[in-house]
Each structure stands twice: as structure tokens, then as C-alpha cells.
């Protein structure tokens, strides 16, 4: 069943709603690049951020299911590399938001397990987003890589289950009812950064 979930950064400044979060309209993924790791430092958050396998876990979802009610002004962005993926946190205390790729007209985005206020929550948050689908660059023994669903296969499995969403929200126009990008332009809301910025 669809369900609404709370974004709450964790001081509390940036709070929000993730929108009728159901299994069928999401993608649980992990990846271990060196972007998503070299954020989790960048952040001070490799404790609470990375798996025992060096990936992070985030839940891709339409952004239009993204909504910021306060704190807007709280919101950073980071691009550590040319090109590299816009990373949004809040900058009052340093919580992972959501990642994006770097143009505003991609119609998903990928939510951190650790911008979602889980107190209230009587189950896992895999229950509302789906199993982990894929651990995406990883750098596993072959017998583990299977277990884990670190594999080509994982990969591939996995997109056939996100294609069709992610080319139902670019249908429906949802990457322009995103509170990261402006509508009419596409361009971040937030100049990105090479550095995390202090408030
Ligand atoms: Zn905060
Ligand atoms: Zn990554």
C-alpha cells in the first residue's frame, strides 16, 4: 500500500514528505563508486553511510513524490568532480538528501535512507521501497558478488524493473515538480558546490 514517509534532516531544520512510497514505483539499489564513498567522508557519515561492503543504499523514486516543507534555505549541494552527480544534503548538520545526476531532466532521483524519519515506522524501510535490487560498483569475489547481487544479471534484472517507471515519469513531466530544479529552466535550485558548505 502506497504510503506517505517523513524526510526530517537530523537536527530537524529540513523536514519534508515523500509522497505514496510504494515497492512498484521505486528502486532499491546500492553503489560503491568512489563518488558515493568519497561523500560519506565529505559528510563525516562513513559510519552511518556505508555497508560492510562500501556501498551506500538509496531509493530511487519520481521526484515529483519529493517534497521540502521547511528548512529549504538548509539545502546544499554538492558536485565533487565535472560532471559528477549533484549530491543534496542539508547543511545544517551534514544529512545525505537525495542524489541527482547533474541536468534537471532526469525524472528520478535517489533518497538516503538517512533523510527519512524512521521512529514511526513499524517496518523496514525495504517494505515501503522494494528489496535491494542491485549492489552497483563493486569489486567482489565472484561467489560473493552472486550472493550479494553485485552481478551483471542483479544489473540487468534491475533495469527492467526501472525502465518502465522511469519512462512513465518522463511522460507524465514529473522531473518539472521537482523541488531541486526549477520547473521552466531545469537548473538547480542551489548553486552546486566542489565543497561541503557549514551554515
Ligand atoms: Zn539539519
Ligand atoms: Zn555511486
Known amino acids: ?3 506517505d514517509l517523513t524526510i526530517r534532516c ?3 531544520q529540513v523536514t519534508g514528505i ?6 512498484k514505483d521505486s528502486n532499491h539499489v546500492t553503489c560503491a563508486c568512489k563518488g558515493c564513498q568519497d561523500y560519506t567522508r565529505a559528510l563525516g557519515r562513513e559510519q552511518e553511510m556505508l555497508d560492510e561492503y562500501g556501498g551506500t543504499t538509496v531509493f530511487q523514486i519520481s521526484p515529483a513524490r519529493f517534497k521540502i516543507t521547511t528548512g529549504k534555505e538548509q ?29 534537471g531532466s532526469m525524472p528520478f532521483l535517489a533518497v538516503h535512507p538517512l533523510a527519512i524519519d524512521t521512529t514511526d515506522l513499524d ?11 542491485v549492489r552497483t560498483n563493486h569489486t567482489l ?7 550479494v547481487r553485485a552481478t551483471w544479471g542483479a544489473l540487468l534484472s534491475m533495469l527492467f524493473h526501472f525502465a518502465p ?3 512513465r515519469w518522463k511522460f507524465r513531466g514529473e ?5 531541486l530544479f526549477h520547473p521552466k529552466t531545469l537548473r538547480p535550485v542551489v548553486q552546486p558546490r566542489r565543497t561541503v558548505q557549514d551554515e
Open 1 to 3: 500500500m502506497p504510503t
Open 141 to 147: 569475489p565472484r561467489k560473493q558478488a552472486k550472493e
Open 165 to 167: 517507471m522511469f519512462f
Open 175 to 179: 522531473h518539472r515538480r521537482s523541488p
Open 10 to 12: 537530523r537536527c530537524g
Open 123 to 133: 517496518q523496514p524501510l525495504e517494505a515501503y521501497f522494494g528489496p535491494l535490487r
Open 75 to 103: 539545502m546544499g549541494c554538492l558536485q565533487q568532480t565535472k560532471n559528477g552527480a549533484y549530491r543534496w544534503y542539508a547543511k545544517c548538520c551534514k544529512t545525505p538528501l537525495a542524489n541527482t545526476l547533474p541536468m
Open 18 to 23: 515523500l509522497e505514496q512510497v510504494s515497492p
